[in-house]
């Protein structure tokens, strides 16, 4: 299973890959919402985790993004997000 993590905390970043390799998974990184839609959008990822902070695009506008471009795979978003109370209203947004 291939996973697209796009986060632009290094040292989450590099945590969340080391632990993903560790798992078997194999793992691609991008810092910020240009770089991961972009990656995103290549159609070679199983999964996403997405934070939403992200500095160039609010991470549910990225997801909202891939959705509307045709994009079905499963997006996780980091537990301090969804504790946040950011993540519940738009998480499905662009879905049907």
């Known amino acids: ?12 970043q590099q945590f969340l890959k080391r632990a993903l390799l560790e ?16 990656m995103a959008l290549e159609g070679i990822h199983d999964a996403f985790i997405i934070d939403l902070g992200l500095p160039d695009l609010d ?5 909202s ?13 980091p537990v301090r997000a969804a504790f946040s109370g950011r993540a519940c209203p738009r998480v499905g947004a662009g879905r049907r």
């Open 23 to 38: 798992a078997g998974y194999q793992v691609d990184t991008a810092s910020n919402a240009k770089a991961g839609e972009d």
């Open 65 to 77: 993004r891939c959705r509307a471009q045709g994009s079905a795979a499963p997006v996780l978003i």
């Open 1 to 12: 299973m291939r996973l697209l993590v796009v986060e632009d905390d290094v040292p989450i």
């Open 59 to 63: 991470g549910l506008d990225l997801i």
